[in-house]
């Protein structure tokens, strides 16, 4: 049967009375999953965890779906942390340590325990299990399950909503994307009531949606569960020898069987599908940045209603120095963070991250520059990604030549090119084992 996004929309058109939203979201506890290896985004995640990969010239991944906990009234709020996790502790401490919890409010880090037994996470549900004592701790009547590692704006009170007035067990948050591009997502198809009815996790042909051949239902990885089919679920999952104990692939899937299984369509005002963006590739990451840089992107950072929230460093405003003919501080169509100075330098239609130097005579478009790069004088560099702390040495040009390039760094399928540290031999987050003392 077709489906009417338009319908749909008017339906989500409610108001939540007072009472009854901050009820719901009292009794909710939120938990994020923030322990993937985000191994698609090469260098990126060598040292890092892919929410803690920094994002938008001065946020982390993660500060999304904790924003939009906080603007949506969710503040029970647990964070599972495993792979590489030090500086996503980090920052998770300093940037969302302002909870209180006096008062029912948290977020509380859970790293990877072993605490049920001596295996580490085997999957987005065995997280949840090995966690689940915690989970009975705060007595929740419904858990939201979110990943950490998307890009996106989204009031999850009105899913809250959705799931509890459908009387379903499980709501799966979904958006319409390109059959191509759902691949790499479950894809779902539902009924007149947006019951789920099938649900393929990765299909290498990926169902269409009946009045729109091209696009496919996606899943987002946000789940709403009643919080008793959770515990039984995860129980059941625990014990089944042939798991993977991952929810795309086997808890949600199962659930169209044994449960009452909703699809929760993200869209926009006007029905149309919201914006959502999976950063998990090099290629996906740097084009999300890129959008950022046009005159009124589709992700409104600047919004009041729907902060960003993050930790910021203190840096001084962005300076730009030099009026010569042949070297002009100037940035266009372009974001430059605090604490950056370009002497003398172009940039244009790229991400400038805070305490970024760029040395006079030197050119940078089309390109994400993460936090503290020093860049010097009369380089060019187009199409590129350059992680933090870098230097890149005069006279240097990186995107022009990509098979030059691909010598020393990373270059992905689209010709984007990722330059890290190491890379550079500068070993930032290596050691010496040799110069170590007692």
Request: proline residues 5%.
């Amino acid at each position: 049967m077709a489906i009417s996004y338009q319908k749909q929309a008017k339906k989500y058109r409610y108001y939540i009375d007072s009472n009854i939203g901050s009820e719901l979201t009292r009794k909710t506890l939120v938990l994020v999953l923030a322990g993937g290896t985000g191994s698609r985004l090469k260098g990126l995640t060598k040292w890092r965890a892919k929410p803690a990969v920094p994002f938008g010239g001065k946020y982390r991944i993660i500060d999304f779906a904790l924003s939009n906990c906080v603007n949506s009234g969710l503040r029970r709020i647990g964070v599972l942390t495993q792979y590489k996790s030090h500086s996503l502790l980090r920052h998770l401490q300093r940037a969302w340590g302002f909870m209180r919890a006096e008062i029912g409010e948290f977020v509380e880090l859970i790293p990877a325990q072993q605490r049920l037994a001596e295996d580490w996470y085997r999957g987005t549900a065995d997280a949840l299990y090995q966690n689940i004592d915690i989970i009975r701790r705060h007595a929740p009547e419904h858990v939201i399950v979110l990943g950490g590692d998307h890009i996106y704006t989204m009031d999850y009170s009105k899913m809250l909503y959705e799931h509890v007035t459908s009387g379903a067990d499980l709501t799966v948050g979904c958006i319409e994307v390109p059959r191509e591009e759902a691949k790499e997502f479950g894809v779902m198809s539902v009924d007149e009531n947006y019951r789920i009815t099938k649900f393929t996790e990765k299909p290498a042909d990926p169902e269409p949606l009946p009045d729109k051949p091209d696009k496919a239902l996606a899943s987002m990885g946000i789940y709403v569960f009643s919080t008793a089919y959770l515990y039984a679920s995860l129980i059941a999952d625990a014990e089944d020898p042939g798991s993977a104990h991952d929810f795309g692939k086997d808890i949600v899937p199962k659930s169209i069987t044994t449960c009452v299984a909703h699809a929760y369509p993200f869209m926009d005002r006007n029905g149309n599908p919201a914006y959502w963006r999976d950063v998990g590739t090099v290629d996906s990451y740097w084009k999300a940045n890129m959008e950022l840089c046009a005159i009124e992107p589709e992700l409104n950072l600047y919004s009041r209603e729907w902060p960003i929230w993050t930790y910021q460093t203190q840096h001084p405003p962005a300076k730009f120095i030099f009026d010569d003919d042949d070297a002009r501080g100037q940035a266009i169509d372009s974001l430059v963070a605090g604490g950056c100075i370009l002497s003398g330098a172009r940039v244009k239609r790229s991400v400038i991250f805070f305490g970024t130097e760029i040395e006079r005579g030197s050119v940078i478009k089309d390109s994400v520059v993460l936090p503290k790069v020093s860049i010097g004088k009369d380089c060019r560099i187009t199409n590129a990604v350059i992680d933090k702390a870098c230097t890149i040495e005069d006279g240097m040009v990186i995107g022009e030549d990509l098979e030059l390039d691909r010598e020393r760094f990373h270059v992905t399928e689209k010709g984007i090119v990722l330059v890290t540290p190491e890379m550079l031999d500068q070993h930032l987050y290596t050691v010496d084992k040799d110069k170590l003392t007692a």
